[in-house]
């Protein structure tokens, strides 16, 4: 058995006092700490956050331990038969995916801040909490008199908590399994709207898998004062990181809804239904895997579309969430350039952060749109008989419960079963490939009695000038550019700050004085790098960056509405 006991003396300094106690077999042992956590496919280097690392024998004597890289510790143990390890982490980030500890909580993603070593990964593990005595306890793990009990290191990993004095609880229960809701920080949750929207998407997802791979299953909701919208996945249970917390039960309501039905479905597809790559996960080094389009493509299409067939969303409100997953494939040049495939590989280089312009592309958006693709042309190829859903309940329980991940390969060979078709051109052409997606999402909606429409952008700089800006102070930065649009032949550049437009001040907003001065030359006044700039932008009669819209067809034939009926349903 491995234990563990957490200590949080002086939590406004945010550092979580650790010691870990490992039997010992041998004169050496190597000690690691993961460098990067499942549902977030980048190095996390989570050793950065360890002060003051030490190791002592089972008689006290201090031991000799020495880094072979950066989250690796070789420990010499000649004549001792256990060893305790003493370390601070630093807890200062709160996300759904860190470790955070403050006068108010303990939160713990023990993936971050828990040691293990390789040859004990499979033994128990426990977690003793010397925390106050009126805070509560939050999480999938069983607590017994504030001690967490693991059957290994991967359960405990996969397992996040809370401790607070301020948690609020409730519950739900659908076809025998029981939804614990836990919000930590300043909300008020509506609890009846609540548990009505969240046992109807429940339900509909399970009736699709006919089962839940778990007994029981907790929503960890971190509410925060400020802009906030993140979610990861667990087997039994999810953080989910939003506000501000005065909009969560009014405008970021629907983002509560998607982003709690995204990470439900996570529990078949990922943490159940898996890439041959990451079977099982290495916590040491990165898990290459090009399925991306599957891990996060389907479940974002999916987590969406449950709300709609559930009856949680109307069909306006989910081509709400739709248009906005075809508007950033069309805004993103990317999509020229790499394959959604190469892209899911390189997540580990840069998939987190915008990167160099029009590099890559978006595992969720581009995934989100061939999945849409792929199970309308299931329902076609089936007479509506099947959908892109039958395809994951044959992965979970041909692949997930006998143990075995998935390949590119797997996937491809259980469409082409389903569907009777070959789908070689598609995952040459779209998955591996570059080829344009608009022909393939058009034929989907029509199939289903929708198109899409599109319109020059709202933003004058965006649709006549070529640029989009993000406002700072009375200024503003150009956050892009579309490549042969005059902000691009007249020089500007990412980051330019603009002051001015003809010598008039742009308080913030470019389009009101480029709108004014839409038939004159205009000169763009900026700071680059410290420097002041001015540009003259050519003109030129066409739009650039398009608004995109997916709506009903106004006369939709007869097959279209059975189409649509059986994609909803």
């Given at each position: 058995?491995?234990?563990?006991?957490?200590?949080?003396?002086?939590?406004?300094?945010?550092?979580?006092?650790?010691?870990?106690?490992?039997?010992?077999?041998?004169?050496?042992?190597?000690?690691?700490?993961?460098?990067?956590?499942?549902?977030?496919?980048?190095?996390g280097n989570f050793a950065k956050n360890v002060k003051g690392f030490k190791v002592f024998s089972d008689s006290g004597k201090r031991l000799s331990a020495l880094k072979s890289d950066s989250s690796t510790w070789i420990v010499d143990t000649p004549?001792?038969?256990?060893?305790?390890?003493?370390?601070?982490?630093?807890?200062?980030?709160?996300?759904?995916?860190?470790?955070?500890?403050?006068?108010?909580?303990?939160?713990?993603?023990?993936?971050?801040?828990?040691?293990?070593?390789?040859?004990?990964?499979?033994?128990?593990?426990?977690?003793?909490?010397?925390?106050?005595?009126?805070?509560?306890?939050?999480?999938?793990?069983?607590?017994?008199?504030?001690?967490?009990?693991?059957?290994?290191?991967?359960?405990?990993?996969?397992?996040?908590?809370?401790?607070?004095?301020?948690?609020?609880?409730?519950?739900?229960?659908?076809?025998?399994?029981?939804?614990?809701?836990?919000?930590?920080?300043?909300?008020?949750?509506?609890?009846?709207?609540?548990?009505?929207?969240?046992?109807?998407?429940?339900?509909?997802?399970?009736?699709?898998?006919?089962?839940?791979?778990?007994?029981?299953?907790?929503?960890?909701?971190?509410?925060?004062?400020?802009?906030?919208?993140?979610?990861?996945?667990?087997?039994?249970?999810?953080?989910?990181?939003?506000?501000?917390?005065?909009?969560?039960?009014?405008?970021?309501?629907?983002?509560?809804?998607?982003?709690?039905?995204?990470?439900?479905?996570?529990?078949?597809?990922?943490?159940?239904?898996?890439?041959?790559?990451?079977?099982?996960?290495?916590?040491?080094?990165?898990?290459?895997?090009?399925?991306?389009?599957?891990?996060?493509?389907?479940?974002?299409?999916?987590?969406?579309?449950?709300?709609?067939?559930?009856?949680?969303?109307?069909?306006?409100?989910?081509?709400?969430?739709?248009?906005?997953?075809?508007?950033?494939?069309?805004?993103?040049?990317?999509?020229?350039?790499?394959s959604v495939g190469d892209s899911s590989f390189d997540t580990w280089l840069d998939g987190y952060v915008s990167g160099a312009p029009g590099r890559k592309v978006s595992i969720y958006t581009e995934g989100c749109l061939l999945a849409f693709v792929?199970?309308?042309?299931?329902?076609?190829?089936?007479?509506?008989?099947?959908?892109?859903?039958?395809?994951?309940?044959?992965?979970?329980?041909?692949?997930?419960?006998?143990?075995?991940?998935?390949?590119?390969?797997?996937?491809?060979?259980?469409l082409e079963k389903i569907s009777g078709e070959s789908w070689d051109d598609f995952f040459k052409d779209h998955i591996n490939g570059t080829s344009p997606y608009e022909g393939i999402v058009s034929d989907a909606l029509e199939y289903l009695g929708?198109?899409?429409?599109?319109?020059?952008?709202?933003?004058?700089?965006?649709?006549?000038?070529?640029?989009?800006?993000?406002?700072?102070?009375?200024?503003?930065?150009?956050?892009?550019?579309?490549?042969?649009?005059?902000?691009?032949?007249?020089?500007?550049?990412?980051?330019?700050?603009?002051?001015?437009?003809?010598?008039?001040?742009?308080?913030?907003?470019?389009?009101?004085?480029?709108?004014?001065?839409?038939?004159?030359?205009?000169?763009?006044?900026?700071?680059?790098?410290?420097?002041?700039?001015?540009?003259?932008?050519?003109?030129?009669?066409?739009?650039?960056?398009?608004?995109?819209?997916?709506?009903?067809?106004?006369?939709?034939?007869?097959?279209?509405?059975?189409?649509?009926?059986?994609?909803?349903?």
């Amino acid at each position: 058995m491995v234990s563990y006991t957490f200590e949080i003396d002086n939590p406004q300094q945010q550092f979580l006092k650790i010691s870990a106690i490992f039997p010992v077999d041998q004169d050496c042992i190597t000690i690691k700490i993961p460098t990067w956590r499942p549902g977030r496919y980048e190095i996390g280097n989570f050793a950065k956050n360890v002060k003051g690392f030490k190791v002592f024998s089972d008689s006290g004597k201090r031991l000799s331990a020495l880094k072979s890289d950066s989250s690796t510790w070789i420990v010499d143990t000649p004549g001792t038969k256990s060893i305790r390890v003493e370390y601070s982490y630093y807890s200062a980030e709160l996300n759904a995916g860190s470790t955070f500890l403050s006068p108010e909580q303990l939160y713990v993603n023990p993936v971050n801040c828990c040691i293990y070593t390789d040859h004990l990964t499979g033994a128990e593990h426990k977690v003793s909490l010397m925390i106050p005595s009126d805070w509560k306890y939050a999480g999938a793990l069983s607590c017994v008199d504030n001690t967490i009990t693991a059957s290994s290191f991967d359960e405990l990993a996969d397992s996040p908590f809370i401790c607070s004095a301020g948690l609020q609880h409730d519950s739900y229960a659908v076809g025998g399994v029981e939804f614990h809701l836990w919000f930590q920080g300043e909300c008020k949750p509506d609890w009846d709207r609540l548990k009505k929207d969240f046992t109807l998407f429940s339900e509909k997802q399970i009736e699709k898998f006919t089962e839940f791979p778990e007994k029981e299953y907790h929503f960890l909701f971190q509410i925060l004062p400020v802009k906030a919208y993140h979610g990861v996945e667990h087997c039994r249970s999810t953080v989910i990181a939003l506000g501000p917390s005065f909009e969560v039960f009014q405008s970021l309501y629907k983002e509560l809804l998607g982003v709690s039905s995204h990470e439900l479905y996570h529990t078949w597809n990922v943490k159940n239904i898996r890439p041959i790559e990451m079977f099982p996960y290495d916590f040491s080094k990165q898990n290459y895997s090009r399925l991306g389009y599957i891990c996060e493509g389907i479940t974002t299409y999916m987590g969406d579309l449950f709300l709609l067939k559930s009856g949680v969303f109307n069909l306006k409100q989910y081509l709400v969430e739709f248009n906005a997953q075809l508007q950033k494939h069309f805004d993103n040049q990317g999509r020229f350039n790499l394959s959604v495939g190469d892209s899911s590989f390189d997540t580990w280089l840069d998939g987190y952060v915008s990167g160099a312009p029009g590099r890559k592309v978006s595992i969720y958006t581009e995934g989100c749109l061939l999945a849409f693709v792929t199970d309308v042309r299931i329902l076609n190829a089936t007479k509506n008989k099947y959908g892109l859903d039958e395809v994951m309940k044959r992965l979970y329980f041909d692949y997930a419960l006998k143990n075995k991940g998935v390949s590119e390969s797997d996937y491809k060979s259980e469409l082409e079963k389903i569907s009777g078709e070959s789908w070689d051109d598609f995952f040459k052409d779209h998955i591996n490939g570059t080829s344009p997606y608009e022909g393939i999402v058009s034929d989907a909606l029509e199939y289903l009695g929708l198109e899409i429409k599109h319109f020059p952008s709202k933003s004058y700089a965006a649709a006549r000038v070529g640029f989009k800006f993000i406002p700072s102070g009375t200024n503003a930065v150009v956050s892009a550019i579309y490549p042969g649009g005059p902000a691009d032949l007249g020089g500007l550049m990412l980051n330019d700050e603009i002051i001015a437009i003809n010598g008039y001040q742009v308080q913030a907003d470019p389009d009101k004085w480029l709108n004014y001065f839409d038939d004159d030359e205009k000169k763009i006044s900026l700071i680059r790098g410290g420097r002041l700039i001015d540009l003259v932008l050519p003109e030129v009669q066409r739009n650039f960056y398009m608004e995109y819209s997916v709506v009903p067809m106004e006369d939709p034939n007869g097959p279209q509405q059975k189409g649509l009926d059986a994609w909803m349903k």
